[in-house]
Every structure is written in structure tokens, then in C-alpha cells.
């Protein structure tokens, strides 16, 4: 992110962009009314310091060409990596309990004691763990940043998976934090809402070079409609890495799948612990309120290079970041094609390092699935303290 990425990431010390903005030092008690309310956009807004610093943006631009092994790229996880206890190895680096205090402010109640003391059950739910695992994601940026500065400073690309890409844009100074926070505390209570509206699930599948997953979710609408289902949805969500998809959809479909697992060539089916079919048309109701709180939410060009879920490709400007998230929330995570995207170099040209921020190291295992040699590099944020000890 460039010499400068220090200086504005930490979020005591943030002026703008490139961080966390509205730092939670120029957070009043009195200005949410007290209590346990969540702010409201309009609220997080006005407390926010919108300077922007001078010169940034020239900075990143101004940056000499390096190695590849001199950049490296960051991997921000989703929904499903949240376990409780997360985050408590962060809390002892600057910034990280500021980011949770104004996190309670934002969200109305105590994410850190939900992360650190759960229950597991009440932390799973889509309106809780989505928050969870952005703050937790963010605050393991500091740990790197803390650790290993110069990690932070050379980042080059990030990516997110699903909700975690709303940290990477975070991360990369297109968004600040208390909206960004804001955006995904509506985008997750919205689908809660649309995934208590109809019995739906995801299904992880791993197929057979045979495999076609796209005939399968067709027959498997087709013995929903023989059930009296009308307009049944069933179709891949997540395309995580070669022979391995998500399925979602109406639970009849999914169930239809499993037991049929051997016809379609799938080696391999789970149910995955989720409430709906995320990334589907099943999430429409979802779209609306997300759109709305993104029109209110400055957006700018992200600093380092970010790539979209929904089609593998870097985010060019504001306008195409705020028309994208809304979009992913009913398509399909294109996670193997972002991993090329991302990695994609001439033949004999060195990986950069990759570091994932956040919990659980999900996205290590299916970047071993997608691309052994850059896995080869690839370090989780949470293993730096292992290495640091055995040093000493």
C-alpha cells in the first residue's frame, strides 16, 4: 500500500482515506442517545472525520515497479470462518478494542463479548457472524501490521471472500470503516430476513471430472416442481476450486441432490451450517436495502487492487464497487476464477507472498486447491505469533 500504509492504516491515526476512517477517539458516548440503539447511517456520518489526506492517491501512483516476492496479497474470509474465541489474540495491539467499542456503537450490542464468550449458535446467525468476521478480519490487520509492517505497506491485490470483501475494500481506503460496518449490518439482517422466508440451504459438493453440476441443479428444479414447489431455485453459488462447488436452493432440491449424489458423479456432499441459499435469487429481498445504505456511503477508488466475487476482475471505480455489491449478494461467489485472476503471471515468474487476515484459514486450503505454487507462499495471520515464538 505504499510507505504511507502505517501512518493511515492504524485507526487511532487515520485522517481519510486508505484506513479506518471515523476513528472511534472522535466517537462521543452522548451522540447515540446511550443506551444499546444502533446508530443510524446518518448518526455514523456526521461523527465521521471526512478529511482526506493530501497527496495519497499521487503516492500509490508514484510507487516504483518491485518484484513479485517484494508485493503481497492479502485474503479476507466470509461467512462460515467465525468460531468462538476469535479475535482475542488482536486485542493486545493498538486500535483493535477502539475498532469493537465502535463497533457496539454501530451495531447496538457487544460484538467482542459475542466473538470471545459467545454461544456458538447465537454467533452463527447470518445478522451476527457477518459483522464478526469483518471487525475480526480488520483487527487481524492490525496484528500484521503490528507484527510485520512492511507485509501491510507492499500489499498489492486483496481479495474477500463474500462478505469479506467488504474488509478488503476497507483495507484498500475505498470505504470507511463505521459505513462499511453500517452497510454490512444491514446486508446481513436483510438476508436473515429473506432466508427465513423460504426453507433453503447450500450444499457442498465435490464432483468427478464427469460431474455436471449444472444438469444436476436442473433436475433436481424439476423434482421440486413434481413436489407442487413453484419457480423452485437450485443452482452453484460458489465456485471455490476445481471439481468443488456450493449448490444452493430450495432444501428439497439440495436434498433431492444428496440423494442422487452417485448419479450426478459427486464423490462428495455436506450440507453446509447455514440459514438460506446465499448468492441466489433467493436473496432478492436482500438487494433493496443493501443498495440504498451503498447510495448513502462514500465510495472511492480502491489504493491497492481489489477483486469482485462476481466476476473475478478488479474494481475499477466507485460507481462499479457500488453496483457489485449489491450484484453478489444474488450471484455466485467466483472465487477459483478471482484466485486466477489474481495470481495469473508469465510462466517462470515468482508468486508474491499471501497472507489470510481473519479467522479460520479456509481460504489457504482452497488456494492449494486452486494454485499449489502460490499456496507455497501463502501464511496465516495467526501463524506469525507460532513463528515469532519459536525464534525467540
Known sequence: MGSWAAATWRLGGCSGRGGLRGAPR??????????????????LLQSSVEAEEPGVAAAAARRPRRSPLEGTVLLFPGQGSQFVGMGRESLQYPGVRDMYRLAEKVLGYDLLSLCLEGPQ??????????????????AAVEKLNHQQPKVVESCVAAAGYSVGEFAALVFAGA????????????????????????PSGMLSVVGRREANYKFACLEARKHCESLGI?????????YLFPDSRVIAGHLQALEFLQENARKYYFTRTKMLPVSGA????????AVEPLAEVLKSIEIEKPLVCVYSNVDGKKYMHSKHIRKLLVKQVVSPVMWEQTMHSV??????????????VGPGKQLGVILKKCNLKAWKQYKHVDALEDEEAAET
Request: aromatic share 10%; glycine share 6%.
Open 278 to 285: 446465499f448468492h441466489t435469487r433467493l436473496m432478492e429481498p
Open 343 to 356: 495470481y495469473e503471471r508469465k510462466q517462470g515468474t515468482e508468486f508474491p507472498y499471501t497472507y489470510e
Open 230 to 238: 413453484e419457480n423452485p431455485v437450485c443452482e452453484i453459488s460458489n
Open 175 to 198: 470505504l470507511g470503516f463505521a459505513e462499511a460496518l453500517y452497510a454490512v449490518k444491514v446486508r446481513a439482517e436483510a438476508m436473515q430476513k429473506a432466508s427465513e422466508a423460504v
Open 121 to 138: 449458535d447465537e454467533l452463527d446467525r447470518t445478522r451476527h457472524c457477518q459483522p464478526a468476521v469483518f471487525v475480526a478480519s480488520l
Open 26 to 43: 472522535r466517537w462521543g458516548s452522548s451522540h447515540l442517545g446511550g443506551g444499546d440503539r444502533a446508530a443510524t447511517l446518518n448518526d
